[in-house]
């Protein structure tokens, strides 16, 4: 079977503290040992996917252009810790939007698989191998949605959460197709 192993993270909850809507770049508080997790995942060969609702945007808090400035900082902090994210998706959706034009009970937002299905086609990832971790049921929900595990990561030092993630997966035997 083709197709790149990837590891999907939520963000709020999981790289950075969630702080309730965060967007100011100066309000980028990283989880402890997470710039250190994703390092792992990058030396560990993982395309690293981060998937994330931002209903702020729907609900007029900011704009999807602040997202991407607060994206932007957090990619320049994490390569200064040699760290790389590969990907972000971002849902902006929310089927109560005071914005109108996101008001939408959207396909992307988890629990519903949509970013990571996208992901999946845009960046040839396989299913297996690949992974979720998420601070919510509706991280994990999306992630099983999408056919791949779900990891819920609830605090404390996450590349040592990410260490046993790992370590689990490389005892988990491959398909008969990978082998
Ligand atoms: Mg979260």
């Not at 994490?78 to 849902?91: K, N, Q, V």
């Not at 404390?156 to 035997?173: E, N, W, Y």
């Amino acid at each position: 079977m083709s197709g790149r192993k990837a590891a999907f993270l939520d963000r709020d909850g999981v790289i950075n503290v969630d702080h309730g809507y965060v967007v100011d770049p100066a309000a980028l508080d990283f989880i402890e040992g997470a710039e250190a997790a994703i390092r792992r995942l990058n030396e560990g060969g993982y395309v690293v996917v981060v998937v994330t609702n931002q209903s702020g945007v729907a609900r007029g808090y900011f704009t999807e252009v602040d997202v991407g400035r607060f994206h932007d900082h957090l990619r320049e902090r994490l390569a200064a810790a040699g760290a790389r994210i590969d990907a972000i998706y971002t849902a902006p959706h929310h089927p109560d939007a005071t914005v109108p034009a996101y008001r939408a009970d959207h396909p992307d937002r988890k629990p519903r698989p949509g970013m990571i299905l996208r992901a999946f086609a845009d960046l040839d990832i396989a299913r297996d191998g690949s992974f979720l971790v998420g601070d919510k049921k509706s991280d994990i929900a999306a992630a099983e949605a999408a056919g791949i595990p779900g990891h819920l990561f609830t605090g404390g030092d996450l590349d040592v959460f990410m260490a046993g993630v790992l370590a689990a997966a490389a005892l988990d035997p491959a398909p008969e197709g990978d082998r």
